[in-house]
């Protein structure tokens, strides 16, 4: 379903009993909120959540911003490593005030929160800036932003920013696709919990099919440059936070999961061997078990 949050149509996906404890589930950049797997979110209905999915402004099924145009990611690159201020099509902040929105409309006064990668950004937001509609905060495979954390190496920056290859047909474009996603999870996912390849491709191609917009990407992209480091605004959590990340990620290097932990006021710290930037099957127990243990200090 869709609802009306901050003045964007945002698409909705809830499951669990009413009068279970709200969890919103906040993803990464481009992501949709397929991306939270039904078998994962199962996890957390069955430690009594009643789980809300939601895509992001710009992505899947939500409300597409593409007359903000493309913007030019060299360039926000650039402006972003000089540490000159960056212009976005929007703000993480922007983002926040959305998932805010999605609690207003569904009538939810305070909420457990997790966000992975792009979208804990958006929940370090949330802490900081809306903590008094928090119950508890999950920050998962994310970032404080700050410049002397360890960043990804080049091999995995020159993945994220490359493009499928050129096709000729719908079919082969959709192929290309797949195969650059497949290429990109490669490197990225989980050495220890690798996926098999089959059961990857056939879910990078529902997401595809459900929707596919890559300006919307790049637009994302440029918001988390523009955004900088939250850092000094960190310790404004209070609500328990549960810092969870893999010992293996590619993309975001564990090192800002240790820097997360010193920052945000008396947060847990859950480091997984073998994790990488994705959510392996093997390890749903484990993730649904440690955000239930977190939800039960609030």
């Not at 909705?12 to 279970?20: N, Q, R, S, T, W």
């Amino acid at each position: 379903m869709q609802v009306s949050a901050n003045g964007v149509r945002i698409e909705v996906d809830i499951h669990g009993p009413e009068g279970g404890e709200p969890l919103l589930l906040i993803m990464g950049l481009g992501m949709q909120l397929i991306a939270w797997p039904e078998g994962f979110v199962d996890e957390l209905v069955a430690r009594g959540f009643r789980v809300i999915r939601f895509d992001n402004r710009d992505v899947g099924l939500s409300q597409p911003f593409d007359e903000l145009g493309t913007p030019n990611i060299p360039m926000a690159a650039l402006l972003h490593t000089l540490r000159l201020p960056v212009k976005a099509p929007y703000q993480l902040s922007d983002l926040a005030r959305d998932t805010v929105g999605v609690m207003d409309a569904l009538g939810i006064a305070k909420a457990h929160v997790c966000g992975a990668s792009m979208g804990g950004m958006v929940a370090q937001h949330l802490g900081f800036s809306h903590g008094q509609r928090l119950k508890s905060l999950t920050l998962m495979m994310t970032t404080s932003g700050d410049r002397s954390v360890p960043k990804e190496s080049l091999k995995v920056r020159r993945a994220l920013l490359s493009r499928p290859r050129p096709a000729t047909t719908p079919q082969q474009k959709f192929e290309n696709v797949l195969d650059h996603y497949a290429s990109l999870y490669g490197i990225i996912g989980s050495p220890g919990y690798p996926p098999e390849p089959s059961q990857l491709r056939e879910r990078l191609a529902s997401g595809v099919k459900r929707a596919f917009r890559p300006q919307a990407v790049a637009r994302q992209i440029v918001a988390v440059a523009a955004d900088g480091h939250r850092a000094e605004r960190l310790p404004r959590i209070t609500v328990p936070t549960l810092i969870v990340h893999g010992e293996d990620d590619a993309l975001i290097p564990v090192a800002a999961a240790h820097d997360l932990a010193k920052r945000v006021p008396n947060a847990r710290l859950e480091t997984i061997p073998g994790w990488g930037h994705d959510l392996p099957e093997a390890l749903w127990p484990r993730l649904a078990a440690e955000i239930a243990a977190n939800a039960a200090r609030a």
